[in-house]
């Protein structure tokens, strides 16, 4: 199934102490994507990995994160699923990533699926011809 995932983020200082301005801003998302998935937490994962989760691993390598495969973890959706908690908040029901320097809130929508091809076609072709009745 396709999902619509919508992420916006929130930073904290060392203290847990949210950083001025970083509340998050309901109205202005960090990044939708489109995704599929099995249910909307493996989806969720996938938005993070697409969206965000690429870029974190492609920084930490560069800043010389001294293990390796725990910055790997945040390109593998499988990880980052395991790590998600599904939470209430003024949009509604959303998946909260919370790894201590940043919390990613996720919305997930599910799209409506699309016809296939050789199903419109069909449809089309049965819409031109006479009923049999």
């Known amino acids: 199934m396709r999902y619509r995932c919508t992420l916006f983020t929130q930073s904290f200082d060392a203290r847990r102490v949210t ?3 970083s ?8 990044v939708t994507v489109t995704v599929r998935g099995r249910d909307a937490r493996q989806a969720a994962a996938r938005a993070y990995v697409v969206g965000v989760g690429k870029q974190r691993v492609a920084q930490l390598v560069q800043q010389g994160h001294p293990r390796p495969e725990i910055a790997a973890l945040e390109a ?3 990880a980052v699923a395991a790590g998600l908690r ?3 908040a003024r949009l509604g029901e959303m998946y909260v990533l919370d790894n201590a320097n940043e919390s ?3 919305k997930v929508e599910p799209l ?3 016809l296939r091809r050789s199903s ?7 819409a031109r011809s006479p009923s049999p009745n």
Do not use: D, K, N, Y
Request: hydrophobic share 45%; glycine share 4%.
């Open 104 to 106: 990613w809130f996720i």
């Open 120 to 126: 419109a076609r069909q449809l089309f072709l049965s």
């Open 86 to 88: 599904r939470t209430l």
């Open 76 to 78: 593998s959706p499988r």
């Open 23 to 30: 509340e998050p801003c309901w109205t202005e998302p960090f």
């Open 112 to 114: 409506p699926s699309l």
């Open 19 to 21: 950083v001025v301005g």
